[in-house]
């Protein structure tokens, strides 16, 4: 079952539950005004309760479902980073800088205390799609529709390296370690491995036919047959042994090739498009679809689930590791954490009915980008 919260008008909120296979149960919460240190009073219809009370968060849990969701306000708001949809985001390894592109053409550094604009990335023709930060948090990689990927100084905004050989749009990127190495998987349904010092292609780790929505590298565990390469690895490769690549793919696929052999280690047929992927360990990953599935598997064994996860028909749009489980944003405007020692979902409320395109995190804080042109940023004082 899952909680859903929309705000109706001042001091007014629909709340919703619903429990696949049944009715959804509505209610809704009324501010009685203010009681003593400033905190929202707060009541809510027959089937709800409300717990926990705060300036910036509201525990609201239905005991005939026995489920419980803390809603929590952002923090801050930054509303003029972009002037529209931002469709990605990232911070630093440090937390100082966000990187963010928008469909205002625009790729932007700012301070991620305050939103301030500190550089602006200018080279890609058309939108950019994706953008991080190296592990450095000095450099930046991104990716365009041009069919470029492009590494640019975080320091004095110039373009570094330009990597050319995508013939679509490039979708999501990674980064192998340090980053002598990089990836990128793009519409023309190839995910390729780049190297940085020489700019040059160093293989394409993958050929789907079908788009490549979204990649995610990671160590695999030592159980798993990667496979052999066919030939002998280029020393230009740094830190592609061990390691596996996952694709999301628009053909309702989930694949695992070994980075260095190229070898398919596994493939999964999920019920629609996949979006997004990503490692929560060595053995357990994520993979959203476009109809609002959020599968978990186990790498070493693939034929089924371990679970899915369905809070709505919304595509999944991105999913994020954080501490012992993992944040998932959807097209409907939900952005919710899941932690194995909470028995509540945490949700990041605020952007209503507009999609979150990506969710970074920094220590306790969360930043969100939406299609409001909005960066969001929650403060998880209970993690």
């Not at 469709?87 to 700012?110: A, E, F, N």
């Not at 690895?233 to 996952?246: Q, Y």
């Not at 605020?350 to 395109?357: K, L, S």
């Not at 920094?362 to 929650?378: F, L, S």
């Amino acid at each position: 079952a899952a909680l859903f919260l929309r705000r109706r008008d001042e001091g007014e909120a629909w709340l919703s539950c619903r429990s696949p296979g049944k009715p959804t149960l509505y209610g809704s919460l009324t501010r009685r005004g203010l009681s003593t240190g400033g905190v929202p009073d707060i009541v809510a219809s027959e089937g709800f309760v409300v717990g926990e009370v705060t300036k910036k968060s509201i525990l609201i849990s239905c005991p005939h479902e026995n489920v419980s969701t803390k809603f929590l306000a952002p923090y801050t708001t930054f509303c003029r980073i972009h002037q529209k949809s931002i469709t990605c985001l990232d911070i630093s390894s440090g937390g100082g800088l966000g990187v963010s592109t928008s469909t205002d053409g625009t790729m932007k550094i700012w301070q991620a205390a305050n939103g301030e604009i500190r550089r602006l990335l200018e080279g890609h023709v058309y939108d950019v799609n994706c953008c991080r930060f190296f592990p450095s948090g000095l450099v930046v990689l991104s990716g365009g529709m041009d069919a470029q990927l492009k590494i640019w100084s975080a320091e004095d905004a110039s373009c570094v390296v330009t990597f050319k050989g995508h013939k679509g749009g490039i979708l999501d990127t990674a980064i192998v370690d340090r980053g002598r190495n990089v990836l990128s998987c793009s519409r023309d349904g190839t995910a390729r491995l780049w190297d940085c010092g020489k700019s040059a292609c160093l293989g394409v780790i993958a050929d789907c036919g079908s788009p490549v929505n979204g990649i995610a590298v990671g160590t695999a565990d030592n159980s798993l047959n990667l496979g052999t390469p066919e030939k002998a690895p280029s020393e230009r490769e740094i830190g592609t042994e061990w390691k596996i690549l996952l694709l999301a793919r628009e053909d309702k696929k989930l694949q695992g090739v070994g980075l260095q052999s190229r070898q398919p280690v596994f493939l999964f047929v999920g019920s629609d498009a996949f979006n997004c992927c990503t490692f929560l360990s060595s053995t357990y990953i994520l993979a959203g679809t476009q109809d609002g599935n959020i599968y978990q598997l186990d790498v070493r064994n693939t034929n089924a689930p371990i679970q899915v996860i369905h809070r709505s028909g919304a595509p999944v749009l991105s999913l994020l590791p954080y501490r012992d489980g993992f944040i998932a944003s959807q097209g409907d405007g939900t952005c919710f954490i899941v932690q194995q020692d909470l028995d509540y979902v945490l949700d990041l409320t605020e952007a209503d009915c507009d999609p979150v395109y990506k969710v970074a995190s920094w220590e306790k804080q969360i930043y969100t980008c939406c299609r409001d042109g909005i960066v969001r940023r929650y403060q998880l004082f209970d993690l």
